[in-house]
């Protein structure tokens, strides 16, 4: 399995999920995991997907959100898993338990190079 992780963040607006979630339909990705939270109105989104239904390259895919992210003006960052150098998850618990967000770090495993 291919996976990915999206990231998306921007001001908060109606339909942000629905326009990221329909995008991966039509690209025939699947969703794995999602977390969503508002931050003093910004919107801020994390994603894991299964690429091994799309039909086109992994630069296709990031392509594919450009119009999505020039109209809703967000920033939405693809990057795969397999190029990641996982770093353990860090826990913010100071949030309320219906707010918490888990904030998953990693680096690039060409910075660790």
Not at 7 to 16: A, E, L, W
Not at 31 to 56: K, R, Y
Not at 84 to 108: D, E, I, K
Request: charged share 20%; glycine share 4%.
């Amino acid at each position: 399995m291919t996976k990915a992780l999206i990231s998306v963040t921007g001001q908060d607006t109606t339909g942000i999920i629905a326009r990221v979630a329909t995008k991966l339909s039509e690209l025939n990705i699947n969703i794995l995991d999602i977390t969503q939270t508002i931050l003093s109105g910004c919107f801020t989104m994390m994603m894991v997907v299964d690429l091994d239904g799309a039909q086109m390259e992994f630069a296709a895919v990031d392509e594919a959100f450009q119009p999505i992210r020039e109209e809703m003006h967000l920033n939405i960052h693809l990057q795969r898993t397999d190029l990641l150098t996982p770093l353990p998850c860090l826990f913010l618990m100071h949030l309320p338990r219906s707010r918490r967000l888990f904030l998953c770090v990693a680096a690039w495993s060409s910075y660790n190079k």
